[in-house]
């Protein structure tokens, strides 16, 4: 169930706030949230929903029993860990290993062809970041399955993130308090995503599907820099736009998640681009592996190794596919270069070359993530930087929706930069008119969404497979 659909929109949700706030017994409202969450996670495939409450049960045990058998809690801590992650191996890169090992040894092991469960990636981790922060004694076990099984399978975060630490949202899962003015700010937010989603994203998506879609070989080169441009804001708004709902639906329901994303795309270096993209997932890998494995406060050979390894995993997080593993190196390279050769240098360089630098290895980092055809991918980049001749007059004939959805090229470019919040911040509070049109805004969001929904189906969702 997608929060763009209209199941979500017009029955799930108005349904669980229903139930939700007519109930004031904390308990209860957990237990709503818990079944809500169940029942949203079953409603694409009704039979993982045995795997998360597996998760969340043994979890559940083992937190216990490493928080009364201190002498053995290492010990039960690697346990943890091993199944949490052999539950990721198992059902998101079974095929991946099977096809790597039938071409390295020239055999023909079938498929398993597992469906992937959705948001497994989110919550595994959350699970494990949970383990790993009782071990260190920085929150405390929660004996409560309801409590932790809400925090687990919460279904505003549970299909695409924010990646929530435990720490975050303990307190509140027995103690927050629900207000109407979080509920309308968190409406807002939620409608304000809605519409990067539906409005930018789906369009942007049209773009790219039908230019990456079609034969690339003679397609050119002008057309190729539309493709990777309108992906690269495909990717940004239709994630951030997903944070920003689950952000909004948790604050609806008392919760307050931390902010995911802050205008990547505005970032001067990579080292500045991954504080601002998926902040989450970049803190994740720095506390529990880049840290543990030494950081920066070890050798230089040491330092280097831990920055492959921690993008390599990062890369082979967002997908079983080999060009997600060389999309992050190619990120650990610039990370390298910025961090050893090139501090002085981008120092010294004027704002708009280093911004302009950096989106640009962006939005090749995009094409690579895109593309998992190697032969097609190289074929592409080849024809962006070499030029090849596009027949404009015939592909926009062919093809009418691509000159419709390149209108909304103006509101992504707008969007990636913080101009519009610093505007509303400095005035919401001081001018009744503005704080007035602020609400129009966001109904007219909504009803060009809803819109937008009833007139196209095309409404996919990239992070759904993660």
Same mark, same amino acid.
């Not at 307190?171 to 968190?186: A, H, I, M, P, Y």
């Not at 505007?423 to 503005?434: C, D, G, M, P, T």
């Given at each position: 169930?997608?929060?763009?659909?209209? +199941?979500?929109?017009?029955?799930?949700?108005?349904?669980?706030?229903? =139930?939700?706030?007519?109930?004031? @017994?904390?308990?209860?409202?957990?237990?709503?949230?818990?079944?809500?969450?169940?029942?949203?996670?079953?409603?694409?495939?009704?039979? %993982?929903?045995?795997?998360?409450?597996?998760?969340?049960?043994?979890?559940?045990?083992?937190?216990?029993?490493?928080?009364?058998?201190?002498?053995?809690?290492?010990?039960?801590?690697?346990?943890?860990?091993?199944?949490?992650?052999?539950?990721?191996?198992? /059902?998101?890169?079974?095929?991946?290993?099977?096809?790597?090992?039938?071409?390295?040894?020239?055999?023909?092991?079938?498929?398993?062809?597992?469906?992937?469960?959705?948001?497994?990636?989110?919550? +595994?981790?959350?699970?494990?970041?949970?383990?790993?922060?009782?071990?260190?004694?920085? #929150?405390?076990?929660?004996?409560?399955?309801?409590?932790?099984?809400?925090?687990?399978?919460?279904?505003?975060?549970?299909?695409?993130?924010?990646?929530?630490? %435990?720490?975050?949202?303990?307190?509140?899962?027995?103690?927050?308090?629900? +207000?109407?003015?979080?509920?309308?700010?968190?409406?807002?937010? /939620?409608?304000?995503?809605?519409?990067?989603?539906?409005?930018?994203?789906?369009?942007?998506?049209?773009?790219?599907?039908?230019?990456?879609?079609?034969?690339?070989?003679?397609?050119?080169?002008?057309?190729?820099?539309?493709?990777?441009?309108?992906?690269?804001?495909? *990717?940004?708004?239709?994630?951030?736009?997903?944070?920003?709902?689950?952000?909004?639906?948790?604050?609806?329901?008392?919760?307050?998640?931390?902010?995911?994303?802050?205008?990547?795309? *505005?970032?001067?270096?990579?080292?500045?681009?991954?504080?601002?993209?998926?902040?989450?997932?970049?803190?994740?890998?720095?506390?529990?592996?880049?840290?543990?494995?030494?950081?920066?406060?070890?050798?230089?050979?040491?330092?280097?190794?831990? #920055?492959?390894?921690?993008?390599?995993?990062?890369?082979?997080?967002?997908?079983?596919?080999? @060009?997600? #593993?060389?999309?992050?190196?190619?990120?650990?390279?610039?990370?390298?270069?910025?961090?050893? =050769?090139?501090?002085?240098?981008?120092?010294? +360089?004027?704002?708009?070359?280093?911004?302009?630098?950096?989106?640009?290895?962006?939005?090749?980092?995009?094409?690579?993530?895109?593309?998992?055809?190697?032969?097609?991918?190289?074929?592409?980049?080849?024809?962006?930087?070499?030029?090849?001749?596009?027949?404009?007059?015939?592909?926009?004939?062919?093809?009418?929706?691509?000159?419709?959805?390149?209108?909304?090229?103006?509101?992504?470019?707008?969007?990636?930069?913080?101009?519009?919040?610093?505007?509303?911040?400095?005035?919401?509070?001081?001018?009744?008119?503005?704080?007035?049109?602020?609400?129009?805004?966001?109904? #007219? *969001?909504? *009803?060009?969404?809803?819109?937008? =929904?009833?007139?196209?189906?095309?409404?996919? /969702?990239?992070?759904?497979?993660?």
């Amino acid at each position: 169930m997608l929060f763009s659909s209209f +199941t979500f929109i017009l029955v799930f949700l108005p349904i669980t706030i229903l =139930l939700y706030f007519i109930i004031k @017994n904390r308990t209860y409202r957990n237990i709503i949230l818990f079944i809500s969450s169940l029942i949203f996670y079953a409603w694409g495939e009704p039979i %993982y929903v045995v795997l998360i409450l597996f998760s969340i049960f043994i979890n559940y045990i083992l937190s216990i029993w490493m928080d009364k058998n201190e002498k053995h809690s290492k010990k039960i801590l690697v346990v943890a860990i091993i199944i949490n992650l052999l539950l990721i191996i198992v /059902f998101k890169y079974t095929d991946f290993l099977i096809n790597n090992i039938n071409s390295i040894f020239k055999i023909d092991i079938p498929f398993a062809n597992i469906a992937l469960p959705i948001g497994i990636s989110f919550y +595994t981790f959350q699970i494990i970041s949970y383990i790993i922060e009782v071990y260190r004694k920085k #929150v405390k076990v929660q004996k409560n399955i309801i409590k932790l099984g809400t925090y687990i399978a919460l279904f505003p975060q549970l299909m695409a993130g924010p990646i929530v630490r %435990y720490q975050t949202i303990e307190k509140e899962l027995s103690n927050r308090k629900e +207000t109407f003015e979080d509920f309308v700010l968190g409406l807002r937010r /939620f409608i304000f995503g809605l519409g990067k989603k539906v409005i930018i994203a789906n369009n942007m998506a049209l773009i790219a599907d039908t230019i990456y879609n079609n034969s690339l070989a003679n397609t050119g080169t002008a057309l190729l820099w539309i493709a990777a441009l309108a992906y690269t804001f495909q *990717i940004y708004f239709d994630f951030s736009g997903y944070s920003d709902m689950a952000i909004g639906l948790g604050r609806m329901f008392g919760f307050k998640f931390l902010e995911n994303f802050n205008y990547p795309y *505005i970032a001067k270096s990579i080292t500045d681009f991954w504080r601002r993209w998926h902040i989450s997932l970049s803190s994740w890998f720095k506390d529990y592996l880049y840290i543990p494995l030494g950081g920066n406060r070890c050798s230089k050979k040491k330092w280097i190794r831990n #920055v492959f390894i921690v993008w390599f995993l990062t890369g082979l997080w967002h997908g079983a596919s080999w @060009n997600f #593993v060389l999309w992050g190196l190619y990120f650990s390279i610039f990370l390298i270069l910025e961090k050893t =050769l090139l501090t002085k240098i981008i120092e010294k +360089t004027p704002k708009i070359i280093r911004w302009t630098g950096t989106f640009l290895i962006v939005i090749i980092s995009w094409v690579i993530f895109r593309l998992e055809n190697f032969n097609d991918m190289f074929i592409v980049l080849k024809n962006m930087f070499i030029f090849v001749p596009t027949d404009f007059k015939k592909t926009f004939l062919d093809n009418y929706d691509l000159v419709v959805s390149s209108i909304y090229f103006i509101p992504a470019i707008l969007g990636m930069f913080p101009y519009t919040k610093k505007l509303a911040l400095k005035y919401s509070e001081k001018n009744i008119v503005f704080v007035g049109m602020g609400y129009i805004i966001t109904l #007219v *969001i909504l *009803i060009i969404s809803i819109a937008l =929904l009833l007139s196209n189906t095309y409404n996919p /969702f990239i992070y759904f497979r993660f």
